[in-house]
């Protein structure tokens, strides 16, 4: 049996499936990747450098802080990022009932944006705000004109400075994803991994928290990755997640009508 209607099969039979993505899933939708060989801080090292400060650059000067992320082309890049077949696939597998929820490292919202309604931004969103006393988040676009006129947004419920949802460098995950994520990976039966070689912890514990609690690992990844030779996955389906996502997505519905 070829291994898209494997895992079509798969899907089919799983209580719980999820899936776990990451940047592979958003280069196909034109979003540059940080380390690969035209990646933003391979062409600019100094990028990377402030990547590294920024939030230290937050909890002493939050005005600054601003200053630096409104300056960024990346973010604005961001927002301006459609959704890919990928993307529209995994919100189709969703909306069929087969997929739970998708945990997602990247911070560009696409997930939502196909339409994917239970998504976990582990590494936080590029359109939201986060207060880091109290937690609560909120829409960016509530803030554009403070943040306009170079003002620091202020959280609504307790007063404090606010900064992007995104979760920097040398910053903690916020416990709500955090739990959640675990919760989810623990609670699967199939997880999908797509676009994401799982190297940068803690994401990168995930899939292998799911294998251990004794859930299959499906890869759909351009190369073999950690997980592979690991052993972590079960089996690898080499190629664009955007090519390989809608042929899954056609499959689960022809085993459906079968059934
Ligand atoms: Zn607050």
Redesign the pocket.
């Known amino acids: 049996m070829d291994l898209i209607r494997r895992v079509a099969k798969d899907l089919v039979e799983a209580n719980y499936a999820i899936a776990f993505t990451g940047a592979g899933i958003s280069t196909e939708s034109g979003i540059p990747d940080f380390r690969g060989p035209s990646g933003i801080w391979t062409r600019d090292p100094e990028a990377e450098k402030r990547a590294y400060e920024i939030y230290g650059k937050f909890l002493r000067d939050p005005s600054e802080y601003w200053k630096e992320a409104l300056r960024s082309p990346l973010y604005s890049l961001l927002e301006k990022a459609e959704p890919n077949p990928a993307h529209k696939a995994l919100a189709d597998l969703e909306s069929m009932g087969i997929l739970m929820c998708v945990i997602t490292q990247n911070i560009d919202g696409l997930h939502q944006k196909a339409g994917s309604r239970n998504v976990v931004e582990f590494h936080g969103s590029v359109s939201k705000l986060r207060?880091i006393?109290?937690?609560?988040r909120f829409d960016k676009r509530k803030f554009i004109k403070v943040l306009e006129s170079h003002n620091v947004p202020e959280?609504?419920?307790?007063?404090?400075a606010?900064k992007l949802d995104v979760v920097h460098f040398t910053e903690p995950i916020p416990t709500d994803v955090y739990v959640k994520s675990f919760e989810e990976a623990m609670k699967c039966d199939l997880m999908l991994v797509c676009g994401t070689s799982a190297v940068v912890y803690p994401a990168a514990e995930l899939p292998r928290v799911a294998k251990r609690n004794g859930a299959k690992i499906v890869e759909i990844n351009l190369e073999e990755t950690s997980l592979t030779f690991e052993g972590v996955s079960d089996y690898i389906i080499k190629g664009k997640v955007g090519e390989n996502l809608p042929k899954i997505v056609e499959e689960v519905k022809k085993l459906r009508i079968q059934s």
Not at 133 to 136: A, F, I, K, L, N
Not at 155 to 160: A, D, K, L, M, Q
Request: overall charge neutral.
């Open positions: 207060c006393r109290c937690g609560s959280c609504e419920n307790c007063g404090s606010l």
